[in-house]
């Protein structure tokens, strides 16, 4: 049998709790009026949209033209002879 919240909130199985400041947490729930949300709702989409905004700023950066065309070049040419790495992929492995 589904308990009330489970209707209210398909799929939402876990539980996050935090400790605020009454202050903090009147803060949020006058946003998430303005917004016509609950608190849980808007803290949970803030919380989601600032993790993929730091995932996104340590995944993608930004280069202007000539730093853009000078990575691409380096992207673009052959790798340098290492022969340190060569003798290291050429020796066995102790388990072999």
Known sequence: ML???KLDNPGRDQVINIRVQQTQRDLIDHAATI???TRSDFMLEVACREAENVICDNTFFALDEERYQEFMAILD????VDEELRKFLRTKSPWD
């Open 3 to 5: 308990t009330r919240s």
């Open 35 to 37: 917004l016509g949300k």
């Open 77 to 80: 040419s052959p790798p340098k």
